[in-house]
């Protein structure tokens, strides 16, 4: 598939119907009107992609809601040069999202098979993580916290007690919390023992995935 002028039109609708929505950081509609979003799902559903709605990519997971994409990355208010780790990298959108917000982005996949698609992909539309990582998002990525910021991309049961040990001291996690659907829900640390929460709303996703081996 190309990038052409009608995609670029397209990409243009979404961010001002982002900004209808509440999408106020021009960072962020910046990277929606800037990130070929077909690239990232199957060519024969290429008309689906610049629609304001999830859809199936591999492995049972989906490419989220543009809305939900824009949402988590203005919540977070991302700076460059922010560490940020983002659990469950899916299809790489949101991955793509955060690096032309110049973050400097860990990324880790559950799923090998969208693991091997991914790590593939992103680097064909130049873009590049820190490090991609296979494997259990619900342990983090120890070796490399603290972090600025985490984002998790998956409905989680619970709140991992991993991902807040590895937030700096004012680091934000921002996770959606809970089974079947979600509330949105802020942690920022305020000192070693202390985490301020925020809900922010509810929303629909994929659950989190956990080794099980």
Known sequence: MKDTAKHQG?????????EAKGIDDQNVLSAIR????????????????????AFPIAADQT??????????????????????LEIGTGSGYQT?????????????????????????FLPKIGLK??????????KGLKEQAPFDKIIVTAGAPLVPKALLAQLKIGGMLLIPVGQKSQIMTLFV?????????????????????????
């Open 34 to 53: 800037k990130i070929p979003r077909h690239l990232f799902i199957d060519s024969s559903f290429e008309s689906h992609a610049y629609q304001d709605k």
């Open 129 to 138: 993580p820190k490090r991609f990582i296979f494997g259990d998002g619900y």
């Open 10 to 18: 397209l990409r243009n609708q979404l961010a001002t119907l982002l």
């Open 63 to 84: 490419i989220s809601q543009p809305y939900t994409v824009a949402f988590q990355s203005q919540t977070l208010a991302i700076k460059p040069k922010d560490k940020i």
């Open 189 to 213: 640390r305020k000192s070693q023992n202390e985490f301020e929460k925020q809900e922010l709303g509810d929303f629909a996703f994929v659950p989190m995935l956990e080794e099980k081996n």
């Open 96 to 120: 793509a999202v955060l690096l032309h917000l110049k973050a400097e982005v860990y990324t880790i996949e559950r799923q090998h098979e969208l693991f091997k698609k991914t790590a593939t």
